[in-house]
């Protein structure tokens, strides 16, 4: 699980796909991103703009599980999540990486 402080500055996460012999790939479709509780971290969308980073702020603590989602061609979707722990407190920085098979 990550952490951060709810005075932290925001953190970038990204996600990497892989195809089935583990090799970078591109998404399909452009993934999105959200937060299972944006009273804990809220998400928009990355530097890039291409759905593979968002930036995520910490909102207040608590924990919430922050996932990115894209949908394939034939409808299957692909999903990555990390859970996010949020605690009062004074700033760190960091990031969250998600890596899966897409």
Known sequence: ?????????PILATVAYLDARGAATAPENTPAWASSDTSVASVAAGPAGDGLSAVVTAVGPGTATITATTTNSDGSSVVASADLAVT???????????GGPA
């Open 88 to 98: 009062a407190g004074q700033p760190v920085t960091g990031t969250i990486t998600f």
């Open 1 to 9: 699980m990550a952490s951060m402080r709810d005075s932290d500055a």
